[in-house]
């Protein structure tokens, strides 16, 4: 049996002692979320990793500051891995981060919303799926970007729509290490699932409203930049 990630183990704690201090039990969460009572269970024992998108549900339920799931995280000592290499704990370089999207508007919001979070950041855009896939997949022979920490996905992309890059990055043994968070116009109940069945770390969809749209980035990146990926 594959062993639990401390980061897992951390959330997952969090969310059993939130759960019961709103006197709520895993099946009333689980029909408030859409979920089945299995997933969360799944969440709370850190079998599974929980998405973004699905703290930032949880935390608006619940009504709590998602940063409440964040509070103390820092102090999750060293992760040893088989080899005794060892993780870093922090952040010692900036995040690198991969926007796939077509529509330039959309693509100068999303950039402006990570910068003004304040992180420290390096942003590569590529404006369509077939593209996108033939950088991710050369990584090691292209020498203009790093490899991405984190991908910003747009579903209506050409050439290859967003799902679809989604699934070959999945089934990529080289890549399907990186996270995955799409961003769409809308997205039906049945889109959302398929979008989590196919390894997505999480969603947002597009606001109207800058602000709340900010807001979305700054709740994504605040979870990321203190998590250990795989380029640490």
Excluded at 80 to 93: A, M, V, W, Y
Excluded at 159 to 166: P, W
Aim: with cysteine.
């Amino acid at each position: 049996m594959q062993e639990k990630h401390p980061i897992d183990l951390y959330l997952g704690e969090k969310l059993v002692n939130i759960r019961k201090k709103r006197g709520l039990s895993q099946d009333k969460l689980s029909e408030s979320m859409l979920l089945s009572r299995q997933q969360i269970q799944k969440y709370e024992t850190g079998e599974t990793r929980i998405p973004t998108s699905t703290l930032y549900d949880i935390s608006r339920i619940l009504n709590i500051n998602m940063n409440y799931f964040l509070e103390g995280i820092d102090k999750i000592c060293y992760y040893e891995l088989p080899d005794n290499n060892i993780l870093q704990q922090k952040r010692s370089t900036p995040l690198k981060i991969l926007i796939i999207e077509d529509n330039a508007s959309d693509e100068r919001l999303t950039r402006e919303a990570i910068t003004s979070v304040g992180y420290s950041s390096e942003i590569h855009h590529i404006s369509d799926g077939a593209e996108a896939l033939a950088f991710l997949k050369n990584i090691k022979k292209i020498n203009t970007f790093p490899r991405p920490d984190i991908i910003f996905l747009d579903l209506n992309i050409p050439k290859r729509k967003g799902i679809e890059v989604l699934k070959d990055i999945k089934n990529d043994h080289n890549i399907k290490d990186i996270p995955v968070i799409v961003i769409t116009n809308s997205v039906s109940a049945e889109e959302m699932r398929n979008i989590y069945k196919n390894g997505a770390s999480g969603f947002i969809v597009k606001s109207f409203y800058v602000d709340e749209f900010y807001n979305k980035i700054k709740i994504l990146l605040d979870y990321w930049y203190n998590m250990i990926l795989p380029s640490m």
